[in-house]
Antibody
């Protein structure tokens, strides 16, 4: 499973670091993605850290957010800088078990952590 | 970026109906198309991956089909607990975009 933490209220222009704690698998061997959902809106794929070390970002966050991992702690981080009001959302951490890995689907999701950007 | 289109954004059904939810991609996905169910206040749940493979534990009334750019999620004999929003997602390339969702009431 995965468990997110680190959400909260932050002013526009501020920073937050989300954490995704993995249990039952090693983050070094699985891709881990962040997906967000603004209030009343649909799902938005935001970023991914592949097992081999490659990363990718949505255009809306590229250059502001950074995904990283600490294999010794089995954690994936999401550093969010230059936060904007429209970054307000529930942020989910998700990964794929061995069965779905060949197609990069997400079958293990956390409960989400709420990020609110407001003055 | 690949655009994923889901229309309609909502639909109504009666218990036992056969419900079809379409999803269209702006380019060929080579089968890298997945379906998720999300109930209010809950995290999404994977239903179908790779266009048509049923995720373990998902009722067999759910099925997926399609190819190229056009895909469909079918619920054969919809149940009250199927009231939720359904999202398609492509992972053919990053960003791995989601469709806007179809709410089934």
């Amino acid at each position: 499973q995965v468990v997110e933490s680190g959400g909260g209220l932050v002013q526009p222009g501020g920073s937050l670091r989300l954490s995704c704690a993995a249990s039952g698998f090693n983050v070094s061997g699985h891709y881990v993605a962040w997906v967000r959902q603004a209030p009343g809106r649909g799902l938005e794929w935001v970023s991914i850290f592949y097992s081999a070390g490659a990363t990718a970002y949505a255009a809306s966050v590229k250059g502001r957010f950074i995904i990283s991992r600490d294999t010794s702690k089995n954690l994936v981080y999401f550093q969010m800088n230059g936060l904007r009001v429209d970054d307000t959302a529930v942020y989910y951490c998700a990964t794929g078990s061995t069965v779905v890995t060949p197609v990069d689907a997400l079958d293990v999701w956390g409960q989400g952590t709420v990020v609110t950007v407001s003055s | 970026d690949i655009q994923m289109t889901q229309s309609p954004s909502s639909l109504s059904a009666s218990v036992g109906d056969r419900v079809t939810i379409p999803c269209r991609a702006s380019q060929n996905l080579a089968g890298y198309l997945h379906w998720y169910q999300q109930r209010p206040g809950k995290a999404p749940k994977l239903l179908i991956y790779g266009t048509s493979t049923l995720q373990s534990g998902v009722p067999s009334r759910f099925s997926g089909s399609g190819s190229g750019t056009d895909f469909t999620l079918t619920i054969s004999g919809v149940q009250p607990e199927d009231s939720a929003t359904y999202f398609c997602q492509q992972t053919y390339t990053t960003p791995a975009t989601f469709g806007g969702g179809t709410r089934v009431e």
